[in-house]
């Protein structure tokens, strides 16, 4: 450790106790390090203090600024000036930079290099264009430093650089002080001239000489240990681990990270999980708070299109709150309403929620619904009509902060530090008032604002371990130091010239730097910081990246260290290798001598023997009863014998019971389900399993399959209904094309005021579609011999299931709605079931298709029984049965069945509810079901698996009902 410059300062300091000592810092954590350092190692000092050049400028000046009525703009607020200059100079029809290339990163290029050009005291009078590489270029940048000039001077404003101004030539207020400083060369020339001004020959500089990492020569007060891990993770664990093995406290630790945004999530999130206090020297990322997870989720609903996921994903996570207290809905029951609106994307259609009026809708969800629809109006009148191409960083701000306050619950400091943020970022714009932007540009700067939030960042803090980065790392004076990432890639520096400002036009700017010099200062900078450490210094690097599966290159200074710990200055990095030995993976290298930290250490202990992995079954099946369970699963599959692991339950533990029960029903769907597949009626009617009923958008349609058909049915319905109210007296109905076309308009416009459409072109297209399927309906109905009796036939009786009794003798109970029915004669009656899909699984050779269609000869003898019981036809003889395809897709077909077939309908439904009762719920055989199955990700394989079981001789007694039904063609 360079320990003579400390000795330095502190003597130079405790020489003169009595006079004001100014040590100027970079940052103010850097000053109150370096002082708590002294004091720990050499005693107590008098009459010092730190400060930055900023805040000593800024206080000389202050009462002259004052006097003028001046205002001080910050960086942050420049930036604006540069970008709304920018603006203008577009408008203005200068061609160099065009409106397109106005993006954060150039603005942020431009607005550099008026800073460097104004610290060099650079103005635009003075700016030659000659030096640029382009004239359009020097023009451009000329006229842009001329425009931020004569805006500070027109709205009373400075910038930094201009303060320099408002300092006296000689300035005495401080002379009985002296200003310490270690390095004059990061300053640029204004800032030398401000310093200058204020200090005079009252500056000391005080340089540093050690550097590192030849600074770990010096034995006496280093010890150096070095190690490499296979990957990031297994890297900071080992560094975990050394730091808990050590007996000093946490407080006596520093981690100095060279990829700063990569390593701190990792280590936060292990720190967390280990119960770890630690400091964070840049923070955390924004994303590490409720409020700031919630700030993206907002401006990402913004950024795409109002897409309602965005929200519900910040719902369903616990981010933001549309409820108040004592709302009579809970967070559950919102989700819920809002996954199954149907609104999705685009403002208009965020109406629905208004518009809602389901029938089926109660209690909960109507008021569900009702708060998301007053919500969603309180966030609309914030946020800028969509309409509108250009928006302004300050009303997206506003909207967001409005929006964070109302449906966020800040429950730490971090959360409220992240609202109070925002907040000053608002009213800093205010002086500058960006100008108006399109909406993605402006939704971008504000994302950058968020995003470039940090929380929680503070300097080193007693009993806390400290996290800090390669930029300002190494200065806390503690006994223990790790610098991890040493790899070349993240260790060395890219010399990169500046994008405006090129090197061979800084050569004749005078005051400005080189890439190459600036290079070289970062770099010195760096290592005379790190050349004072002292006590522990454990250097290490990942050696392989388990991402791209690649090894690393070590970084050239871990090498040089590796040469003045060995004593061997011509070690190359074979010999490097040989030094770090064998890298640390994800566990301990030696459990019985090293603190294990969580958990899998210790397990991966119990099986990790002489450098091998054994065979830890056996602990795990002790530790896990679920293992054992698991291994009896996969030996009784791999048996010919159909068990329970297929879907033969016992009815002890599953009992269901349709036969004869007055107590359940069932719907004639859910037999047609279990003929299907028993093992997807398990699923939905036992286990009562249901797929989330989310809506899913797709842009390119205006209405789903639902909802189309729904609409077709309201016309349908309507329509017919009319005209039999018509033709009460008529054998046959009269039909009235125009009065079709009518309720038709009608009946669109009303799913159009529900669900607006994408777009007018998607809408009229559909319009179209349907009006043609109505047209078909039209030519269908004109052909039809009876006339239309019931509709919505609800098969209840007293509002209860209905019985309905089979022939032989068999009573189920069920419930069901029946589309129509027709009287075709005397007596005579046909039932119609309405459907918009295609017809071709309905095969006229097929009557009962082995029972996955029972509906149309269930609903004959329900509906006949129905006419009896309830005296609107006691001879009523329901003869036949039709599905019925009044659309393009249809082709206008019709599907009938002559109901002749009651004794074999009989014996089908017997076999299948015997099949139930009996707990017969194996996967079908028939594979291609599986594709349209809800439940195909939960049974993967299996109907593959019971195909090659199925004819097996011992599962034949247990399959008896379930394959007499195949029997049914």
């Not at 990790?608 to 293992?627: D, M, V, Y």
């Given at each position: 450790m360079?320990?003579?410059?400390?000795a330095?300062?502190?003597?130079i300091?405790?020489?003169?106790?009595?006079r004001?000592?100014?040590?100027?810092?970079d940052?103010?954590?850097?000053?109150?390090?370096?002082?708590?350092w002294?004091?720990?190692?050499?005693?107590?000092?008098?009459g010092?203090?730190?400060?930055?050049?900023?805040s000593?400028?800024v206080?000389?000046?202050k009462?002259?600024?004052?006097?003028r009525?001046?205002?001080l703009?910050?960086?942050?607020?420049t930036?604006?000036?540069?970008?709304?200059?920018?603006v203008?100079?577009?408008?203005?029809?200068?061609?160099?930079?065009?409106?397109?290339m106005?993006?954060p990163?150039i603005?942020?290029?431009?607005?550099?290099?008026?800073?460097?050009?104004?610290?060099?005291?650079?103005?635009?009078?003075?700016?030659?264009?000659a030096v640029?590489?382009?004239?359009?270029k020097g023009?451009?940048?000329?006229?842009l430093?001329?425009?931020?000039e004569?805006?500070?001077?027109?709205?009373?404003s400075?910038?930094?650089?201009g303060?320099?101004?408002?300092?006296?030539?000689?300035?005495?207020t401080a002379?009985?002080?002296?200003?310490?400083?270690?390095?004059l060369?990061?300053?640029?020339?204004?800032?030398?001239?401000?310093?200058?001004?204020?200090a005079?020959?009252?500056?000391?500089i005080l340089?540093?000489?050690?550097?590192?990492?030849?600074?770990?020569?010096?034995?006496d007060?280093?010890?150096?240990?070095?190690?490499?891990?296979?990957?990031?993770?297994a890297?900071i664990?080992?560094?975990?681990?050394?730091?808990c093995?050590q007996?000093?406290?946490f407080d006596?630790?520093?981690?100095v990270?060279?990829?700063?945004?990569?390593?701190?999530?990792?280590i936060y999130t292990l720190?967390?999980?280990?119960d770890?206090?630690?400091?964070?020297?840049?923070?955390?990322?924004v994303?590490?708070?409720?409020?700031g997870?919630?700030?993206?989720?907002y401006?990402?609903?913004?950024?795409?299109?109002?897409?309602?996921?965005?929200?519900?994903k910040?719902l369903?996570h616990?981010?933001i709150?549309?409820?108040?207290?004592?709302?009579?809905v809970?967070?559950?029951?919102?989700?819920?309403?809002?996954e199954q609106?149907?609104?999705?994307?685009g403002?208009?259609?965020?109406?629905?929620?208004?518009a809602?009026?389901?029938?089926?809708l109660?209690g909960k969800?109507?008021?569900?619904?009702?708060?998301?629809d007053?919500a969603f109006?309180g966030?609309?009148?914030?946020?800028?009509?969509?309409?509108?191409v250009?928006w302004?960083?300050m009303v997206?701000?506003?909207?967001?902060?409005?929006f964070l306050?109302?449906?966020?619950?800040p429950?730490?400091?971090?959360?409220s530090?992240?609202?109070?943020?925002?907040?000053?970022q608002?009213?800093?714009?205010?002086v500058?008032?960006?100008?108006?932007?399109?909406s993605?540009?402006a939704l971008?700067?504000?994302k950058?604002?968020?995003?470039g939030?940090r929380?929680?960042?503070?300097?080193?803090?007693?009993?806390?371990?400290?996290?800090?980065?390669?930029?300002?790392g190494?200065i806390?004076?503690?006994?223990?130091?790790y610098?991890?990432?040493?790899?070349n890639?993240?260790?060395s520096?890219?010399?990169r010239q500046?994008?405006?400002?090129?090197d061979?036009?800084?050569?004749?700017?005078?005051?400005?730097?080189?890439?190459?010099?600036?290079?070289?200062?970062?770099?010195?900078?760096r290592?005379?910081?790190?050349?004072?450490?002292?006590?522990?210094?454990t250097?290490?690097?990942?050696?392989?990246?388990?991402a791209?599966?690649?090894?690393?290159?070590?970084?050239f200074?871990l090498?040089?260290?590796?040469?003045?710990v060995?004593?061997?200055?011509q070690?190359?990095?074979?010999?490097?290798?040989?030094?770090?030995?064998?890298?640390?993976?994800?566990?301990?290298?030696?459990?019985?001598?090293?603190?294990?930290?969580?958990g899998t250490?210790?397990?991966?202990?119990?099986f990790?023997t002489?450098?091998k992995?054994?065979?830890?079954?056996?602990?795990?099946?002790?530790s896990?009863?679920?293992?054992?369970?698991?291994?009896?699963?996969?030996?009784?599959i791999?048996?010919g014998?159909l068990?329970e692991?297929?879907?033969?339950?016992?009815?002890?533990?599953?009992?269901?019971?349709?036969?004869?029960?007055?107590?359940?029903?069932?719907?004639v769907?859910?037999?047609?389900r279990?003929?299907?597949c028993p093992?997807?009626?398990?699923?939905?009617q036992?286990?009562?399993?249901?797929v989330?009923e989310?809506?899913?958008?797709d842009?390119?349609?205006?209405?789903?399959?639902a909802?189309?058909?729904?609409?077709?049915?309201?016309?349908?319905?309507l329509?017919?209904?009319?005209?039999?109210?018509g033709?009460?007296?008529?054998?046959r109905?009269k039909?009235?094309e125009?009065?079709?076309q009518?309720?038709?308009?009608?009946?669109?416009r009303e799913?159009?005021?529900?669900?607006?459409?994408?777009?007018?072109?998607i809408?009229?297209?559909?319009?179209?579609?349907?009006?043609?399927d109505?047209a078909?309906?039209?030519?269908?109905?004109?052909?039809?011999?009876?006339?239309?009796?019931?509709?919505?036939?609800?098969l209840?009786?007293?509002?209860?299931?209905?019985?309905?009794?089979l022939d032989?003798g068999?009573?189920?109970?069920?419930?069901g709605?029946?589309d129509?029915?027709d009287?075709?004669?005397?007596?005579?009656?046909k039932i119609?079931?309405?459907?918009?899909g295609?017809?071709?699984k309905?095969?006229?050779n097929?009557y009962?298709?082995?029972?996955?269609?029972l509906q149309?000869?269930?609903?004959a003898?329900?509906?006949?029984q129905?006419?009896?019981?309830?005296?609107m036809?006691?001879e009523?003889?329901?003869?036949?049965?039709?599905?019925y395809?009044?659309?393009?897709?249809?082709?206008?077909d019709?599907v009938s069945?002559?109901q002749?077939?009651?004794?074999?309908?009989?014996?089908?439904?017997?076999?299948?509810?015997?099949?139930?009762?009996?707990?017969t719920f194996?996967?079908?055989?028939?594979?291609?079901?599986?594709?349209?199955?809800?439940?195909g990700?939960?049974c993967?394989?299996?109907?593959?698996r019971?195909?090659?079981?199925?004819?097996?001789?011992?599962?034949?007694?247990?399959?008896?009902h379930?394959?007499?039904?195949?029997?049914?063609?």
């Amino acid at each position: 450790m360079n320990h003579n410059w400390f000795a330095d300062l502190y003597e130079i300091c405790n020489n003169d106790p009595f006079r004001r000592k100014i040590l100027l810092v970079d940052h103010y954590d850097q000053g109150e390090q370096w002082l708590n350092w002294i004091t720990k190692e050499h005693g107590p000092l008098l009459g010092v203090e730190t400060e930055t050049l900023r805040s000593l400028v800024v206080k000389r000046t202050k009462p002259e600024l004052v006097k003028r009525g001046l205002h001080l703009l910050n960086s942050k607020q420049t930036f604006w000036v540069v970008q709304n200059l920018m603006v203008d100079m577009v408008e203005q029809q200068d061609e160099y930079i065009t409106v397109e290339m106005i993006t954060p990163g150039i603005v942020q290029s431009f607005h550099h290099a008026i800073e460097e050009l104004r610290g060099a005291g650079i103005c635009a009078s003075e700016l030659s264009i000659a030096v640029f590489e382009h004239e359009k270029k020097g023009l451009y940048i000329n006229k842009l430093l001329s425009l931020y000039e004569h805006w500070l001077e027109q709205n009373n404003s400075t910038d930094f650089a201009g303060l320099l101004d408002y300092i006296p030539e000689a300035d005495t207020t401080a002379n009985n002080h002296l200003f310490i400083l270690r390095d004059l060369g990061r300053f640029s020339s204004v800032e030398k001239e401000m310093l200058n001004r204020i200090a005079g020959d009252r500056l000391l500089i005080l340089p540093q000489t050690g550097a590192f990492p030849s600074s770990l020569q010096n034995g006496d007060h280093v010890a150096v240990q070095l190690y490499h891990a296979t990957g990031t993770l297994a890297e900071i664990r080992e560094a975990l681990r050394r730091i808990c093995n050590q007996v000093n406290s946490f407080d006596q630790a520093e981690i100095v990270v060279s990829n700063y945004e990569a390593y701190c999530s990792t280590i936060y999130t292990l720190s967390q999980a280990l119960d770890i206090p630690c400091t964070f020297s840049q923070g955390l990322p924004v994303t590490y708070t409720k409020v700031g997870k919630a700030a993206l989720v907002y401006l990402e609903w913004l950024e795409c299109n109002y897409d309602v996921e965005c929200l519900l994903k910040a719902l369903r996570h616990d981010y933001i709150s549309i409820l108040q207290l004592g709302e009579p809905v809970d967070q559950a029951d919102l989700i819920l309403a809002l996954e199954q609106s149907g609104i999705g994307w685009g403002r208009e259609r965020y109406s629905m929620l208004e518009a809602a009026d389901n029938a089926e809708l109660k209690g909960k969800h109507i008021e569900a619904t009702r708060l998301l629809d007053l919500a969603f109006k309180g966030l609309f009148q914030k946020v800028p009509d969509s309409r509108q191409v250009t928006w302004t960083p300050m009303v997206i701000l506003h909207a967001l902060i409005d929006f964070l306050e109302k449906h966020t619950v800040p429950n730490s400091d971090a959360d409220s530090y992240v609202i109070t943020e925002l907040i000053d970022q608002m009213k800093l714009q205010e002086v500058v008032s960006p100008r108006t932007l399109s909406s993605e540009t402006a939704l971008r700067y504000v994302k950058e604002m968020v995003e470039g939030i940090r929380i929680s960042g503070s300097g080193p803090s007693c009993g806390k371990l400290h996290i800090s980065s390669l930029q300002d790392g190494g200065i806390s004076g503690r006994t223990q130091t790790y610098i991890l990432g040493m790899s070349n890639e993240a260790w060395s520096l890219q010399l990169r010239q500046d994008p405006v400002l090129l090197d061979m036009e800084r050569r004749n700017l005078e005051g400005l730097l080189l890439s190459t010099e600036r290079t070289e200062h970062i770099i010195r900078e760096r290592e005379t910081r790190l050349g004072l450490l002292s006590g522990q210094v454990t250097l290490g690097y990942s050696s392989y990246d388990p991402a791209e599966q690649k090894e690393t290159i070590p970084a050239f200074a871990l090498l040089q260290a590796a040469r003045i710990v060995t004593d061997d200055p011509q070690m190359d990095l074979t010999g490097l290798g040989q030094v770090l030995g064998r890298p640390v993976g994800y566990m301990s290298i030696d459990p019985n001598g090293e603190h294990l930290l969580d958990g899998t250490d210790r397990w991966l202990g119990r099986f990790h023997t002489e450098g091998k992995l054994q065979n830890g079954f056996s602990s795990i099946r002790q530790s896990f009863p679920f293992a054992a369970k698991l291994e009896q699963a996969e030996m009784r599959i791999s048996e010919g014998a159909l068990s329970e692991y297929e879907g033969m339950l016992s009815m002890d533990t599953f009992a269901v019971r349709y036969l004869n029960n007055p107590e359940t029903y069932i719907s004639v769907t859910q037999l047609e389900r279990y003929a299907e597949c028993p093992k997807r009626f398990f699923f939905s009617q036992v286990l009562k399993l249901r797929v989330k009923e989310t809506a899913e958008f797709d842009r390119s349609k205006w209405l789903d399959a639902a909802s189309r058909g729904s609409l077709l049915h309201s016309i349908f319905y309507l329509y017919l209904k009319e005209m039999a109210a018509g033709s009460i007296h008529e054998d046959r109905l009269k039909h009235d094309e125009h009065r079709l076309q009518e309720i038709t308009e009608q009946v669109i416009r009303e799913y159009e005021a529900k669900v607006p459409p994408p777009t007018p072109h998607i809408y009229h297209k559909e319009c179209d579609s349907l009006r043609r399927d109505v047209a078909i309906f039209y030519q269908m109905e004109q052909k039809a011999q009876g006339r239309p009796r019931f509709f919505e036939l609800e098969l209840t009786l007293d509002g209860q299931p209905m019985s309905v009794r089979l022939d032989n003798g068999l009573v189920i109970r069920m419930k069901g709605f029946v589309d129509r029915v027709d009287e075709i004669g005397p007596h005579k009656y046909k039932i119609y079931d309405y459907k918009t899909g295609s017809p071709a699984k309905y095969d006229e050779n097929e009557y009962f298709s082995q029972g996955t269609q029972l509906q149309h000869a269930l609903y004959a003898v329900a509906v006949e029984q129905w006419l009896k019981h309830t005296s609107m036809d006691p001879e009523a003889r329901v003869v036949e049965s039709a599905y019925y395809f009044p659309t393009e897709r249809g082709k206008g077909d019709e599907v009938s069945r002559v109901q002749n077939k009651t004794a074999e309908l009989s014996e089908l439904v017997g076999h299948l509810l015997a099949s139930m009762e009996s707990g017969t719920f194996t996967a079908t055989t028939e594979s291609k079901r599986c594709s349209y199955c809800d439940y195909g990700a939960v049974c993967k394989n299996e109907s593959e698996r019971t195909k090659a079981k199925w004819n097996l001789e011992p599962n034949s007694p247990l399959l008896y009902h379930i394959k007499e039904v195949e029997r049914f063609g």
